[in-house]
Antibody
Framework: EVQLVESGGGLVQPGGSLRLSCAAS????????MNWVRQAPGKGLEWVSY????????YSADSVKGRFTISRDNARNSLYLQMNSLRDEDTAVYYC??????????WGQGSLVTVSS | EIVLTQSPATLSLSPGERATLSCRAS??????LAWYQQKPGQAPRLLIY???SRATGIPARFSGSGSGTDFTLTISSLEPEDFAVYYC?????????FGQGTKLEIK
């Protein structure tokens, strides 16, 4: 059974940093590209960042470029999102999601990040 | 950037009725369109991909159609557990976008 479990969310002040983790199991992690997708409270879904299985290719949304960095450790079956220079508008539930071609076929339960002073 | 516009924003129906949800793309996405269901407090779940293929474990009452710029998600006979928010999604030039969602609520 595919499982994705996020951790690392919490309350952070504007301008601060946070690192999210996603632990994967139930599939060959290194064979799949992975993503972070976020959802602000009461709002829709917004794709954040993508990384290939080998980490050779990374794409990110303009809204987070230069501030957020996606990475992975295939030996640990883990995906990460380093978030720096956080803003109020980054407040959201952050989901890790597995890529299957252009679609997201499995999702974690999400980790809430709250940016507030 | 390809914009996906979903309609209606809210759809009020009763169990047993047929639901028809629309997603329109600002440019052609061929058949590379997916649909997701999200219930309160839960992660989204993939329902339909390639416009009309059901994901693993999705009941046959869910069907998708369309190509190019106009797509439809149909639920043939609503069950109580189908009342949720539905999103369409595409990828173009390595930019993923979602529609704003259609809330399917009990009438």
């Amino acid at each position: 059974e595919v499982q994705l479990v996020e951790s690392g969310g919490g309350l952070v002040q504007p301008g601060g940093s946070l690192r999210l983790s996603c632990a994967a199991s139930g599939f060959t992690f290194s064979s799949y590209s992975m993503n972070w997708v976020r959802q602000a409270p009461g709002k829709g879904l917004e794709w954040v960042s993508y990384i290939t299985g080998s980490s050779s290719t990374i794409y990110s949304a303009d809204s987070v470029k230069g501030r957020f960095t996606i990475s992975r450790d295939n030996a640990r079956n883990s995906l990460y999102l380093q978030m720096n220079s956080l803003r109020d508008e980054d407040t959201a539930v952050y989901y890790c999601a597995r890529s299957n071609n252009y679609r997201f076929d499995y999702w974690g339960q999400g980790s809430l990040v709250t940016v507030s002073s | 950037e390809i914009v996906l516009t979903q309609s209606p924003a809210t759809l009020s129906l009763s169990p047993g009725e047929r639901a028809t949800l629309s997603c329109r793309a600002s440019q052609s996405v061929s058949s590379y369109l997916a649909w997701y269901q999200q219930k309160p407090g839960q992660a989204p779940r993939l329902l339909i991909y390639d416009a009309s293929s059901r994901a693993t474990g999705i009941p046959a009452r869910f069907s998708g159609s369309g190509s190019g710029t106009d797509f439809t998600l149909t639920i043939s006979s609503l069950e109580p557990e189908d009342f949720a928010v539905y999103y369409c999604q595409q990828r173009s030039n390595w930019l993923y976008t979602f529609g704003q969602g259609t809330k399917l609520e009990i009438k």
